[in-house]
C-alpha cells in the first residue's frame, strides 16, 4: 500500500510540475508594471493642493485655537502677577474661569483635529481614485497585462511606470 501510494504521489508531481512548464511559457507573452504608491502620493500635484485646500478650510478653526491659547497663557500669567494682591474670591474666579476655558479650548482642539482627520481621509480617497484611474489609463494606452502597486519584493525599472502614471496626474 505505502509502495502504491508513493507511486501516485510521484506521478502527481510529474503531472504538476508539466503543468507549471506550460503556465511559465505562457506568461513570457505578459507585460507587467509597476507603480510606487507612496512615491506618487508624496510627488502628484494633486497632493500639494489637497494640502492648501485643508489648509484654507481649516486655517481660521487653527487661528482661533491659538487665539484661545495665548488668552488662557495670558490669563493665567495674570493671576500668577496678582496672586498676592488678589482676594481669594477674585483668585478663584479667575482659576474657574481659566480651567473652563482649558477644557473649551481642549474640546476645539479634539473636534478640529477629528475634522481635519475626516477631511484628510476624504480627500486621500478621491486622490487614491484618481491615481487608480491614472494608472488604468497608462495601462490601457501602452497595453500592460498586470500592473502592481505596494507590496513587491522587487521590481527593475524596466517594468516601473511610476513617472508615466505621474506624468498622467500632472496633465489633468
Known sequence: MNQLFRNLLVLA???ASLN???AIAAAGDIKVGYV???KILQEAPQTAESGKKLEKEFGPRSQDLDKLQKQIKDLDASIDKDALTLSDTDK???ERDSANMKIEFQRKQRELREDVNLRKNEELAALQ???NKAVSSVAEAEHYDLVVYGGVAFASKQVDITDKVLKSLGKK
Do not use: E, F, P
Request: aromatic share 0%; glycine share 6%; charged share 35%.
Open 36 to 38: 510606487q504608491v507612496d
Open 92 to 94: 478663584r474666579n479667575r
Open 13 to 15: 508531481l510529474c503531472a
Open 129 to 131: 481614485d484618481r491615481i
Open 20 to 22: 507549471a512548464g506550460h
